[in-house]
């Protein structure tokens, strides 16, 4: 197998360990993020403190480097405009996030244990994620990421 | 506040973090989950694979998980299946217009201290903050 096929591999199965371990595979644990008060939920927050302990400092060396491990360019995105597209799109984003208390990692994670309200989401996200390609959008930025 | 629990998710977060960390130092791109899942379309076969074996090896870990404690897949909303329905047709298409998801934008973005992903990641979780308090969990519409 080839190297890269086994490190995409074995990155996959961190995430979805490190999702075990956030706890965030229950939709009531993330939508009670989202519920100030004594009903709030610490998962999600200490989540993204979480990955940043670790994203932070590689992109901070990986930059600094200029370079990936395997000696090619970095391929960052470059775009830099907030735009309206973007701006719709998180909103529109945030509502599916606050209605079913799911977003693509744990969604794509839970794909395989068959529970119905994982099953509807995975569906009609896939649908969604299609529609918004097809669509030819104003600004003509394209969907890289 | 239980401090296991918050323990547990910062050691999941730099799992997260170590996973996507991985990805970019061998590829030099930074793409969360949708972006992987829309990239299976997308782009040379070689990038197709990978992002294929990621996902597979995701769901199968996922899977290893559930049939070892299920319980921590339980939805407990008490919402509607029809519910979850809108919730991913929202999330897939606000994925792609938005360039991103919680972990393109929100983990990837945020670490290179990109402006579109940081207005992203606050405009994820204001909508989602009205919508919840609007319609609470285990609460009628």
Redesign the interface.
Known sequence: MKK??L??????????????????????NI??A???GRQWD???M???????????P??RL??ARG????E??????H????DL?????????????????????P???????G????V??????????????RVT?GSG?P??? | ?DIA??Q????????????????????????????M??GL??GTW?ER???G???????????A??LF??D??????G?P????????????????????????????G???H???SL???L???????????L???GGAL
């Open positions: 890269a096929t490190l995409s591999l074995c990155a996959g199965c961190l995430f979805a360990v490190g999702m075990y371990l956030a706890d965030l595979e229950r939709p009531a939508l009670g989202f519920q100030l610490p998962r999600l200490s989540m993204f403190v979480g990955t940043q302990l670790v994203q932070w590689v992109t990986l930059r370079k990936t491990m395997r090619r360019p970095l391929r960052f995105t775009h830099r405009a907030v597209k973007l701006c719709l799109g998180a909103l529109l984003f945030g509502v599916g996030w606050g209605l079913g208390g799911i977003c693509p990692g969604g794509m994670t839970a794909a395989l244990t529970g119905s309200h994982v509807m989401f995975l569906a009609t996200f896939l649908i969604g994620l299609r529609v918004a390609d959008w930025v969907a890289t990421r | 506040m629990i918050v547990r998710a910062v050691l999941g977060g730099a799992l997260i973090g170590a996973s996507f960390s991985l990805r970019l130092a061998y590829e030099g791109r930074s793409e969360g989950i949708s972006g899942t829309a379309w997308q070689r694979v990978e992002r074996a990621f996902l597979c090896a995701m769901a199968l870990a996922g899977l998980f559930w404690d299920p921590a897949f339980v939805n407990t909303t919402r299946r029809w519910i979850f329905a809108l919730a991913g047709f929202c999330v897939g298409t606000g994925a792609r217009m938005a360039n991103g998801c919680t972990s393109g934008h929100g983990v990837l945020i670490a290179r990109s402006l579109r207005v992203a990641l405009l994820y979780m204001a909508a989602a903050s009205a919508v919840v308090t319609y609470p969990p």
